[in-house]
């Protein structure tokens, strides 16, 4: 099993093809190796993995991140159905500020997306019962929590489908506007 490291135009972002195998039983992949995401990774280490479902299509998750001393590199895999999902860079110094990717990650495809620190992420449920794997190289903290709102126009973020039910907190998350003056 191999996993093909790319490079995506937002710095420190990457997009990982992952190959599996597959017989009569059913499929086996690694979902994380540290030799092969060393070069990622750096000094950095994985100190949290959480789960995700959702149920209902069209749902829209973020867009989350985490400031300074938390900031966190994330890596993200669809283990059930799929999302499509977005990563929007929040780092005043960088060449792509607030420029945006996404990326469809499937059970199928076998694909997974790496969030850099200081950038946000969010994804719409293009199937219903869709799941997510997270590897996250900090521990939360609600204290450095943030976001911006999915559906601010400056960002023009071209969802697949309808945005649909956005939970109460993520609904109330400022626009780039607003973020930019805190």
Not at 80 to 95: C, F, H, I, N, T
Not at 98 to 118: D, R
Not at 130 to 152: K, M, P, R, W
Request: proline share 5%; charged share 25%; net charge negative.
């Amino acid at each position: 099993m191999t996993m093909q490291l790319t490079s995506l135009d937002i710095p420190d972002a990457f997009v990982i093809k992952q190959t599996s195998f597959a017989d009569e039983r059913g499929q086996f992949s690694r979902l994380f190796c540290q030799k092969t995401l060393a070069p990622i990774l750096a000094k950095r280490e994985v100190k949290q993995v959480n789960f995700s479902r959702t149920t209902t299509k069209g749902t829209v998750r973020g867009l989350h991140y985490q400031r300074f001393p938390d900031a966190e590199m994330k890596f993200i895999r669809c283990v059930k159905g799929a999302v499509w999902d977005v990563l929007l860079d929040l780092r005043p110094e960088s060449p792509t500020f607030l420029q945006w990717h996404a990326e469809e990650l499937s059970q199928e495809n076998n694909t997974m997306i790496v969030i850099p620190e200081g950038c946000a992420h969010g994804f719409q449920a293009l199937e219903a019962e869709s799941e997510l794997i997270y590897f996250h190289t900090a521990f939360y903290s609600a204290e450095v929590e943030g976001g911006v709102h999915v559906q601010d126009p400056e960002l023009a973020i071209d969802w697949p489908l309808p945005v649909d039910n956005l939970s109460v907190r993520d609904s109330l998350l400022p626009t780039v506007e607003e973020w930019l003056k805190d």
